[in-house]
């Protein structure tokens, strides 16, 4: 199960996690606060990933992502990503190299990466937008 934005409740955690699924949450700060209930460091996001048994990419500059080890940060991209729906574009990167054969960790973290070389690579040419991240996402990232 991937949880992201409005899917990205307490209730919806729980329920993925009771129900035995593999789990890759993708929470910006204020998302992470809100299911976890502490703030978003790197011992808050590693803490958290270890006791419900999941996968947590933390959106951000840097990126931090955690399946319970010492987080990864990923360190591409910039605040050009930081615009409505760039983050389902990264959800959908990270559903489709999972699909592919990836482990919840290894997808986050490459989706992650590629996400940020795209992102960064398309504000040196036009406002980043997520259609405009999505038209140009294949160029990087495959």
């Known amino acids: 199960v991937l949880l992201d934005a409005g899917g990205l409740t307490p209730a919806m955690l729980n329920a993925a996690i009771h129900g035995d699924a593999e789990v890759i949450v993708t929470p910006h700060d204020a998302e992470f606060v809100r299911v976890a209930g502490v703030g978003a460091g790197a011992y808050a996001v590693r803490s958290f990933a270890s006791r ?3 996968t947590v990419l933390r959106k951000g500059n840097p990126t931090m992502i955690s399946d319970g080890g010492p987080p990864i940060l990923v ?3 910039g605040p050009e990503l930081a615009s ?9 990167m990270i559903g489709a190299l ?3 054969g990836l ?19 398309l504000a040196g040419r036009e406002t980043v937008t997520a259609s405009g991240l999505l038209r140009r996402i294949g160029e990087y990232a495959w």
């Open 52 to 54: 419900e048994g999941i």
């Open 75 to 77: 360190t591409t991209g």
């Open 84 to 92: 409505i729906g760039t983050g389902d574009v990264l959800a959908g």
């Open 98 to 100: 999972w699909a592919r």
């Open 103 to 121: 482990s919840p960790i290894e997808a986050a973290v490459s989706a992650a990466y590629w996400h940020g070389v795209a992102g960064a690579a």
